[in-house]
C-alpha cells in the first residue's frame, strides 16, 4: 500500500499548471513582497504611454491587472508557446495585443518592433537584452524591470544538489548593461526577504512549475530529500528559504 503521504505528494506533481498562475498555492505558500510595488509602478508608466509592451508575459495574469491604465497601442510578448493561446484569450478583450517570439536564458532575442517605438517596456521577471530595449524606446521612454536575484532561494536549491540557473542575474550586472546600451538609471534597488511553503506538497508543485530550477525533479527521483523536508516541516513548522528581487528603473533620454 502506497504511503499516504507519497500518495499526496503525486497527486501534486499531476496537478496542471498553465500560465503564470500558482493560485493553487493559495493559503499554502507566501512571499514577501519588496518594499516597492511592481504593479503601481507600471501602472503610472502606462498612463503616460501611448504605446507600450510588457516583455515575457506569461498567461496574461499580471498584466491583465493593469488594463485599466493601458494606452492605445499595448502589446505583450511570449515565448513559450503554451502560453500563447492563454495570453490571447485573457489579453485581447482588453485591447492588448499579443506576439510571440524568441527569448534565450539571460539575454533575451531581438524584440518584434521597429526602432524608437514604445514609449514604455515592462518586464517582469523575463529575460531582456538591454540593448535592444534601448533600441525600442523611443526618446524619453521608460523602462521598468523587476527580476529574480540569481541567487534566490540558492539554500533551497542545494538541497536538491541544484545549482542556480541564473547565477550571473544580479543588481550591479544588470545596471552596468543597461548603462553600456545608453540607457540613464533612474532607480536600482535590491531586496531580499523570505519564501516560505506551509506543506512539502506546495513544494512539489511549485518545482514542477518552473522545471528549470531542480532539472529532473520528481517524487520519485527525490523521495529522499522531500522526507528530509518533511521532517524540517514537522521541527519547524514551516519551509522557509531566502529569496531576493531588484528592480531598476530606466529611460532613454529625450536627446537619443
Known amino acids: 500500500m502506497r504511503d499516504p503521504l507519497v500518495a ?11 500560465g503564470w498562475d500558482f493560485s493553487h498555492l493559495s493559503g499554502r ?10 504593479e503601481d509602478l507600471a501602472r503610472e508608466a502606462l498612463q503616460r504611454a501611448r504605446s ?23 502589446f505583450a ?17 482588453l485591447g492588448a495585443t499579443v506576439v510571440p517570439y524568441r527569448s534565450e536564458d539571460l539575454v533575451g532575442g531581438p524584440l518584434p518592433f521597429a526602432d524608437a517605438s514604445l514609449d ?51 543588481l550591479d550586472r544588470f545596471v552596468a548593461d543597461a548603462t553600456r546600451a545608453g540607457l540613464t538609471i533612474d532607480r536600482a534597488e535590491q531586496w531580499w526577504g523570505s519564501s516560505t511553503f506551509s506543506d512539502v506538497g506546495a513544494l512539489v508543485y511549485y518545482l514542477k512549475a518552473i522545471p528549470w530550477s531542480v532539472s529532473g525533479f520528481s517524487v520519485a527521483t527525490h523521495e529522499r530529500v522531500l522526507r528530509e523536508l518533511q521532517a524540517r516541516l ?23
Open 120 to 170: 514604455v517596456v515592462l518586464d517582469r521577471h523575463e529575460s531582456y537584452d538591454a540593448r535592444e530595449v534601448a533600441r525600442v524606446l523611443a526618446p524619453g521612454g521608460r523602462f521598468l524591470t523587476q527580476q529574480v536575484d540569481g541567487e534566490s532561494l540558492a539554500e533551497l536549491l542545494d538541497l536538491f544538489r541544484a545549482v542556480p540557473a541564473a547565477p550571473l542575474v544580479k
Open 77 to 93: 510578448t511570449e515565448a513559450y508557446e503554451p502560453n500563447i493561446p492563454l495570453a490571447r484569450e485573457r489579453l485581447a478583450p
Open 234 to 256: 514537522e521541527r519547524e513548522g514551516s519551509l522557509r528559504f531566502r529569496a531576493g528581487r531588484f528592480l531598476i528603473v530606466a529611460r532613454r533620454d529625450s536627446s537619443a
Open 52 to 74: 507600450a509592451v510588457d516583455l515575457g508575459t506569461g498567461g496574461g495574469e499580471r498584466l491583465s491587472g493593469l488594463a485599466d491604465a493601458f494606452p492605445s497601442d499595448m
Open 29 to 38: 505558500w507566501h512571499e514577501e513582497h519588496p518594499p516597492w510595488s511592481y
Open 8 to 18: 499526496s505528494w503525486l497527486q501534486e506533481e499531476a496537478t496542471p499548471f498553465k
